[in-house]
């Protein structure tokens, strides 16, 4: 019973976690005032970026978008990557 509703329930939480990281990693770089670089900091900022690389950023907001950014990485691919593990292991029994 918690196998069928794991697997039935699990792609459209797949899809929530989705929809809200992206409308998370968008509010935060509308929020530092970078909204003319939206789409580019976006997909830059999709894989955690290295020390070094933040601090050969000049501009101080993108600095710090950068570092907050890297840390709601974190969270969100060890919650998806937790969530995709559980639904594939469901499956597999």
Do not use: H, W
Not at 24 to 40: E, N, Q
């Amino acid at each position: 019973m918690i196998r069928t509703f794991i697997i039935e329930c699990m792609p459209i939480f797949l899809a929530i976690v989705i929809i809200f990281y992206i409308s998370v990693k968008f509010y935060l770089i509308l929020s530092k005032g970078l909204g003319t670089k939206l789409v580019d900091l976006f997909f830059v900022s999709l894989a955690p970026l290295s020390k070094q690389a933040i601090r050969n950023t000049f501009q101080e907001k993108v600095k710090q978008y950068y570092k907050v950014s890297n840390k709601i990485n974190i969270v969100f691919y060890i919650v998806f990557g937790a969530a995709l593990l559980l639904y594939i292991l469901m499956l597999s029994i």
